[in-house]
């Protein structure tokens, strides 16, 4: 499958609806995009693919699992066509990717051992407590924890594994995006852990507020300009919440930023 920019926006829509399948890279993550206990595709991302793509004649979704630090390097490497992975849209990565406008918008969260013995409220407190924290590989969530002044971050390969390193007390803490760490915490019926309120992260003393979308290989750009027009109509009509809703997504992180507002800071 081509993927040289020749200027003409791309052909891999055009090759989608003659296979009739689009492949969706996915990492593993609650509430994104993951395999359910009954071993199918689910997750706000692939739920949102499966209303988009049909409406682009593409009928059939079929996921491709891998680990998040290995979704643009999958996209690039033709494993899968796009990552339905709810990733956050930053200037470093819309270097390597093409991105989708953004589908939620979202700040993080803590899991704390039960009663948040060491008042962990931002990552402030993380590093003036010196506590021992943990957060998911690739994640944004290093470089908020690194520039709040947190000298050793753990990585663990998911919020379920953060999860149960609280509740043994190899870690203090782990990072996440609020609905993961709500979400899990939740699901699991933890009764020796909890998530913190929302913690807003800082980065060079300015309030950062992540966004996530869907990404295409850079010369897509007609595949991805068809599937932004879908997400927006679905935006307006407020289907989209509705695809999100069952996720643990609530109005609260719908958004109309621009990816390209995100691409530049």
Do not use: W
């Not at 979704?61 to 494993?79: A, H, K, N, R, Y």
């Not at 379920?160 to 979400?183: I, K, M, P, S, Y």
């Not at 295409?216 to 068809?226: G, T, V, Y």
């Amino acid at each position: 499958m081509a993927t040289a920019d020749t200027g003409d926006g791309g052909h891999l829509l055009d090759q989608l609806r003659a296979r009739g399948t689009v492949k969706l890279g996915i990492a593993g993550e609650q509430p994104y995009g993951y395999i359910g206990t009954d071993g199918q595709i689910t997750g706000s991302a692939p739920a949102i693919a499966m209303r988009i793509f049909p409406r682009l004649g593409v009928d059939n979704v079929e996921p491709f699992p891998t680990e998040f630090g290995s979704l643009i390097f999958g996209l690039s490497s033709l494993q899968f066509d796009v990552v339905a992975a709810g990733m956050y849209i930053n200037p470093e990565r819309c270097e390597q990717v093409l991105f989708a406008d953004p589908e939620y918008q979202m700040k993080d969260a803590f899991i704390v051992p039960k009663g948040n013995p060491k008042k962990l409220r931002t990552y402030e407190d993380i590093a003036r407590t010196g506590a021992r924290m943990a957060t998911g590989i690739g994640y944004a969530e290093i470089d908020y924890a690194e520039a709040a002044g947190v000298k050793k971050i753990d990585t663990l390969p998911d919020q379920l594994a953060g999860l149960l390193a609280v509740e043994q007390g190899r870690v203090d803490v782990f990072v996440g995006t609020a609905v993961t760490v709500r979400n899990v915490v939740a699901q699991t019926k933890s009764t020796k852990a909890e998530a913190t309120d929302e913690v807003t992260p800082y980065l060079d003393g300015k309030p950062v507020v992540d966004v996530g979308g869907f990404a295409f290989r850079l010369p897509e750009r007609n595949l991805r300009d068809a599937f932004n027009r879908e997400l927006h109509k679905m935006k307006r009509s407020g289907e989209l919440l509705e695809v999100m809703r069952p996720f643990g997504f609530t109005k609260d992180q719908m958004t109309d930023i621009k990816a390209e507002e995100k691409c530049r800071s």
